[in-house]
């Protein structure tokens, strides 16, 4: 679950590895050599830039794909540049030119951040050699945006990464879901009025109801008699996107909210959207325009710092035209694309390819030599590796077992396998930017109600109290017992957190504040 408490920092998460090689080995490549990856992964579902959800499906694409700016690390190893990739210059700031554009609803005293156009690579091509130009850009959001197909990943476009210009309305195609809860609250809608589904974000997981689905899940979705109900509410929501909340519906949401650890009365709304009948918006009016065959210009719904662009334009990834209309069909009441579920529906146009593919099993990739940096002169000493061998392996054991074979670059350790090997010289540490911690509802009504004889919940929310708890916890020893790649944490920041992003300044190298400065 990824819902937002206060809390109190555990532990900070970092990931040992084993690796084939030694880290203070050089390892001199020479171009002229095959050099493949031998790793494994957990199966994706897809890898359809429009559609992915999860972290294996993204890491397909981060093979397969290059960004229009890219984060390398720079000369001193210290921090990070960001390079034009499939831009052909860092984006130029035209707000002046759409300010108090009525369409776009750029405000008229804007002078920044609303509108930047980009000139594109003219060396970026398919797998196939096909040009990428500024009609695949206006193409590839467009199907983003799909109203016809409700994608996964339209919300990248209209209320995440890089918010453009109506895109919201022309995605609604004239009927809009929004979230019940808001950042103010609950909306007032009527249960009887509120829809929800299985497959678009909802608040309480931030993420699809079926990414947290009862197979995965199922000790949350059985209900207190046994019975299952992931299966009902399939049953229930039948084969539309969205689906009226009855209140058996209700009823199942209230159980499972609980059973995934919230008990507010109300948390069932975070699964619900209210509908809202409004005049479709044509495509013409999303902002999103084309120049001349190789630049384009965004026009955004909020303002944004060049950096801030820069870096939410990771999100924008392509489609191929030809694979993608032609793998449509209808699915309930949408349209979808099968684009990118095996080696013959999905192009690259990244460093490398998908050559070779068999569901829950393996794929492999090659070097892609119609990709433009390996001729350019811009990336040397980049993408040594020629070739990825993914195998898709669940069980652990297995994994450490193809390794020690050597059939395997290298293997996640479990804790128990830190008690072999967490002195090896090839044991690697790769540290990760989040924290542990133990969450608590300190509101104090919903805590009254909580209360029954002998026992007052409304303690939880006395500071004191909270901070008595944080005092008695034994950081080590709780890392040593649970998970012994975990370090302590004593803030919920840990030293990845970034101060300055156009720096790359870490917030735990800025100066310290005295305590006077602290309010």
């Known amino acids: 679950m990824k819902k937002q408490m206060v809390a109190i920092a555990a532990a900070v998460l970092t990931t040992a590895f084993m690796s084939g090689c030694g880290g203070k080995k050089e390892v001199s490549v020479s171009t002229d050599k095959k050099y493949t990856y031998h790793a494994a992964v957990l199966a994706p579902n897809t890898w359809n830039p429009t559609d992915w959800k999860n972290h294996e499906e993204d890491v397909v694409l981060k093979n397969v794909v290059v960004p229009l700016y890219d984060f390398i690390l720079n000369e001193t190893k210290d921090g990070y540049d960001i390079i034009p990739e499939m831009a052909a210059e860092m984006p130029i700031d035209v707000t002046s030119e759409y300010a108090g554009n009525d369409i776009y609803g750029v405000p008229s005293d804007a002078k920044e951040g609303y509108a930047f156009k980009i000139k594109l690579n003219p060396l970026a091509t398919w797998q196939d050699g096909t040009k990428i130009n500024a009609d695949t850009y206006i ?57 929800s589904s299985l497959s678009q974000k909802v608040v309480f997981f931030d993420d699809a109801i079926d990414s947290y689905n009862g197979i995965d899940n199922p000790d949350e979705w059985k209900a207190d008699d046994g019975s299952d109900l992931w299966a009902k509410l399939k049953e229930l929501a039948g084969e539309g996107t969205y689906f009226k909340v009855t209140p058996e519906i209700k009823a199942i949401y209230k159980s499972v909210a ?27 009016n999303v902002g999103v325009v084309k120049n001349d065959d190789y630049t384009i210009t965004l026009i955004l719904g ?86 990825w061998d993914f195998q898709y392996i669940t069980d652990q054991p297995t994994r450490l077992n193809l390794f020690l074979q050597g059939k395997l670059d290298a293997v996640e350790l479990s804790a128990t396998d830190m008690d072999k090997y967490g002195n090896s010289e090839y044991r690697i540490d790769t540290p990760k930017s989040y924290t542990w911690k133990f969450s608590f509802n300190i509101d104090r009504k919903s805590l009254k109600k909580e209360n029954t004889d002998g026992v007052n919940h409304t303690l939880i929310a006395n500071k004191n109290f909270r901070h ?37 300044l870490l917030y735990r190298n800025t100066e310290i504040s005295s305590t006077e400065d602290v309010p």
């Not at 799909?146 to 990943?153: A, G, I, V």
């Not at 209209?158 to 879901?177: F, P, Q």
């Not at 950042?183 to 009025?193: C, I, L, P, Q, T």
């Not at 995934?260 to 013409?284: Q, V």
Request: proline share 5%; charged share 25%; net charge negative.
């Open 468 to 504: 008595g708890v944080s005092l008695s916890l034994d950081r080590q020893k709780l890392t040593d017992t649970i998970d012994i790649a975990k370090t302590p944490a004593y803030g919920l920041i840990s030293y990845l957190y970034v101060a300055e992003p156009e720096t790359g």
């Open 139 to 195: 193409y590839s959001i467009k199907q983003f945006l799909n109203p016809e197909m409700k994608n996964f990943r339209g919300s990248s476009f209209y209320s995440e990464s890089l918010v453009i210009a109506n895109a919201k309305s022309y995605y609604d195609g004239g009927i809009a879901y929004d979230n019940i809860k808001t950042d103010s609250g609950y909306a007032d809608v009527k249960d009887d009025d509120m829809w």
């Open 258 to 284: 609980k059973k995934f650890g919230d008990s507010n009365p109300e948390a069932y709304k975070e699964f619900c959207f209210s509908r809202t009948e409004l005049p479709p918006t044509p495509w013409e």
């Open 302 to 387: 909020k303002a944004y710092t060049p950096f801030m662009f820069e870096y939410n334009s990771l999100s924008i990834r392509l489609v191929y035209e030809p694979l993608y209309e032609a793998n449509k069909k209808k699915a309930g009441d949408i349209i979808k694309s099968s684009y990118g579920t095996n080696v013959d529906n999905f192009a690259s146009y990244g460093p490398y390819k998908i050559v070779d593919y068999q569901a829950d099993k393996y794929m492999k990739l090659e070097r892609n030599e119609n990709w433009y940096g390996y001729t350019d002169g811009k990336h040397d000493g980049q993408f040594q590796t020629t070739g």
